[in-house]
């Protein structure tokens, strides 16, 4: 089984749904990432989250919530969908401390939002 | 706003011979990584450089950083088809706690 894990794989929606990305991990890792992936962009930080009690906005929170359930569980909302937030939003994990610096992603999501 | 920036944007070549990419970036860095992306898939880490290190190997890849020109190049010998992917350099920066990407290179290695 994949240590990342993201649910839903594909997803359409209209404007102004909210709709929630779940990201699941196996890894026992701390920490947790959303990113979206625009084409020509690279990955852009949305939010991020160092334990379950710690959340952070990243380069482009608006428009976006998070939710840290649990240790291996890291949520990522958007209230009310537009257009422009069509795109590949990939879940990531990693450790803490030197030496363990390296991210491991989850397979992404693709959302249109019509 | 990206701190690093790869160059080429794309690049094409044959199997068997050597690739090269380039990432520049702005700041002063803890460390700098390498990840690759195959076509809509999630990103795998490939190597990471410390600050205070100037080469680093793995298998078939080499990595460079030139912390006084705020550069890094990643060198991939002997192409393999299977190596046709996205790359993408990422910096932590000094204190802080998460990665900043380029917008990556896309490479092609025809066979």
């Known amino acids: 089984d994949a240590d990342v894990t993201q649910t839903p794989r594909n997803r359409i929606t209209k404007t102004g749904k909210r709709i929630m990305l779940e990201c699941s991990q196996t890894k026992g890792h701390d920490r947790m990432y959303w990113y979206r992936q625009d084409p020509g962009l690279g990955l852009r930080l949305i939010y991020y989250?160092?334990?379950?009690?710690?959340?952070n906005k990243g380069e482009i929170s608006d428009g976006y919530s998070v939710s840290r359930q649990a240790q291996a569980k890291f949520s990522l909302s958007l209230e009310s969908a537009i257009p422009n937030q069509t795109a590949l939003y990939f879940c990531?994990?990693?450790?803490?401390?030197?030496?363990?610096?390296?991210?491991?992603f989850g397979p992404g999501t693709r959302l249109l939002v019509l | 706003s990206q701190q690093g920036e790869e160059d080429p944007q794309a690049l094409s070549i044959q199997e068997g011979e050597n690739a090269t990419m380039n990432c520049s970036y702005k700041?002063?860095?803890?460390?700098l990584q390498w990840y690759r992306q195959n076509s809509g898939r999630g990103l795998v880490h490939l190597i990471l450089i410390r600050s205070n290190e100037r080469e680093k190997h793995s298998g078939r890849l080499r990595v460079t950083l030139d912390t006084s020109k705020k550069s890094s190049s990643l060198l991939i010998t002997a192409s393999r088809a299977a190596d046709t992917a996205s790359y993408f350099c990422?910096?932590?920066?000094?204190?802080?706690?998460?990665?900043?990407f380029g917008a990556g290179t896309i490479l092609r290695v025809k066979s």
């Open positions: 989250s160092f334990d379950v009690k710690d959340i």
């Open positions: 990422a910096t932590a920066t000094l204190g802080g706690n998460k990665l900043v």
């Open positions: 990531a994990t990693s450790d803490h401390g030197t030496g363990r610096e390296t991210q491991y």
């Open positions: 700041t002063s860095i803890n460390n």
